[in-house]
């Protein structure tokens, strides 16, 4: 999993640069206005900086959970290249909605990994949906909690005022799933028979 880990050291480390120097904060952070300026960069560079250390937490944990078994079934049949461009494009993918709703919203802003980790986790589900995860220390099998994530961030994307742009999360979820499909799309009918048989937990 050695992208995996290579993706976690980059993320943690700029994270604790970012908040060190605020300028270069600003500098990666997504903002409509400067990306309409050209400075595309924002675009990936804002998915490797958090707002706080719980944020950073969360999401390297679920990444080095799940990016290393995605990593593995994903490197014989892309590369570890195309493994770390999976994981880019889920960062640009989550947040080209927003921004094509935000773009001229000078007060608009978004950071954070959680798109890409989105995708890496529902790929992760797609493949195994009756896996028992641990969510707040309580097991949980993933297409319970694939379930409850969708629902919750489709009800918070509208209601909440929590600052988290939970719409990224959905859109980084469905290109996880959408990618995986691309690349084998037996995938889906794979699918629906393990939801159909569901095991004895």
Known sequence: MTVTLLLIGITVGTSLLAWQ???????????????GRGQWWRLVTHGFIHGDGT???????????FGGVMERMLV???????????????IVVAILPS??????????????????VSAVLFAYILIQPWAMLLVMFLPMP?????AIYVGYS??????????????????GA???????????P??????FEQLASPPAF
Request: aromatic share 18%; proline share 5%; no cysteine.
């Open 21 to 35: 120097q605020p300028r270069l904060f600003d500098a990666l952070i997504y903002w409509p206005p400067a990306v």
């Open 186 to 191: 037996r995938l889906l009918p794979r699918f």
């Open 142 to 146: 993933a297409i319970a909690f694939a």
């Open 174 to 184: 469905a290109w996880g799933v959408g990618f995986m499909l691309f690349l084998e």
């Open 99 to 116: 921004h094509l709703s935000h773009r001229h919203d000078q007060h608009y802003r978004s950071l954070g990994a959680s798109g890409a």
């Open 55 to 65: 944020h950073l937490l969360f999401n390297m944990i679920t990444l080095f959970f």
């Open 154 to 171: 489709l009800w918070a994307g509208r209601h909440a005022r929590d600052n988290i742009n939970h719409a990224a999360h959905l859109w």
């Open 76 to 90: 014989p049949h892309v590369g570890a290249v195309g493994f770390a461009l999976f994981y880019l494009a889920g």
